[in-house]
């Protein structure tokens, strides 16, 4: 018996999330229904669209499992019926999945209070904001707490809805369904790799010491060595620096470091072991082992993903300065 899956249809929701659970969902093995959440069954979408459902709230009482697409992050409020809703649904045993900022709508319905739950990183901090029970996971591409799961933003909808399928039918099957949409199946790392590197602060301070380090990444800096440019004692120095950066000198060298090393993956051709080398971090093994404890993947895999139309082979985009 085929599966019934209910996606429901948010005001000014996000046609991409809007569209990945209707295209997975799609196959053999699943019967999809799309419901809408306003009296009327129609609803607006973005660029002037609207869409229409001949389903009603009504249709999330015989789901097996209900997707919930990104939600409008400008002041939507999700009508008490779609809430009260979804939480008779999960009472009675449905599994309830939301996508990007879907989560928003699950957190209203209490859904994942005490649990932890992805959203995009860019709405991380608002999620906690609004709803400091959930434990936001601001890394995983998605989390499966069993009968609710929740995923990061866009893309992040195609990996959950993929892992749903895997958990159903198999990993072949999903397989086939990530062919036939052109994705891979299964993505390395977490969405950590996907935030941009930090800039340097602009501690007014500290700020020439701060230019000088950056210009030296390649060299092996201590923090004495940063102090006596600022002209303090060590104590004194970590003491104003943790003041005007916000963080702590090492933390901020090995942040600076590992920017570097990722604008060099995304620029250059060099080898691992160098941009381990020009970024202070030392050899290839140390390299990797930052970058699965910062970005939950490889140096390799970040390059694949990220390698753009920079600066020539080999070439390295700073003046390295002894």
């Not at 973005?46 to 229409?52: E, F, K």
């Not at 649990?115 to 995009?120: I, M, S």
């Not at 609004?130 to 909808?157: C, E, K, M, N, Q």
């Not at 070439?315 to 390295?320: C, D, I, R, V, W």
Request: hydrophobic share 45%.
């Amino acid at each position: 018996m085929a599966l019934r899956v209910v996606v429901t249809l948010l005001e000014e929701t996000s046609l991409f999330e809007l569209a990945v659970p209707c295209a997975v969902f799609s196959g053999a093995g699943y019967e999809l229904t799309l419901c809408a959440t306003a009296p009327g069954g129609e609803q607006r979408a973005p660029g002037g669209l609207r869409l229409a459902a001949e389903h009603g709230l009504d249709a999330l009482s015989e789901a097996d499992l209900i997707v919930v697409p990104a939600a409008m992050m400008n002041g939507y409020e999700p009508p008490a019926a779609l809430l009260d809703a979804l939480r008779a649904a999960h009472a009675r045993g449905a599994r309830i999945a939301s996508l990007c900022s879907g989560a928003f709508v699950l957190a209203a319905a209490g859904l994942l209070d005490g649990r932890p739950a992805a959203t995009h990183w860019m709405y991380a901090e608002e999620l906690r904001r609004r709803h400091p029970r959930v434990r936001v996971d601001d890394r995983s591409l998605y989390v499966d707490d069993g009968s609710i799961l929740t995923s990061a933003g866009t893309a992040a909808a195609i990996d959950l809805c993929l892992h749903i399928v895997r958990g159903d039918y198999g990993s072949a099957a999903a397989a086939e369904i990530g062919r036939r949409m052109v994705v891979a199946p299964h993505r390395e790392g977490d969405q950590s790799q996907y935030v941009p590197a930090p800039a340097a602060p602009r501690a007014e301070g500290l700020a020439p010491v701060l230019d000088w380090a950056v210009r030296r990444l390649h060299r092996p800096l201590t923090i004495g060595e940063l102090a006596y440019r600022a002209g303090m004692s060590t104590r004194t120095f970590g003491r104003h620096f943790a003041q005007e950066v916000g963080v702590t000198p090492l933390k901020w060298l090995n942040q600076q470091r590992l920017a570097r090393a990722r604008e060099l993956l995304e620029t250059t051709d060099l080898p691992v072991d160098t941009v381990a080398e020009r970024s202070g971090l030392g050899s290839g093994d140390s390299l990797r082992q930052h970058f699965h404890a910062a970005l939950g993947t490889t140096p390799a895999a970040y390059r694949r993903t990220f390698r753009g139309t920079g600066p020539a082979s080999g070439s390295a985009p700073y003046s390295a300065q002894a």
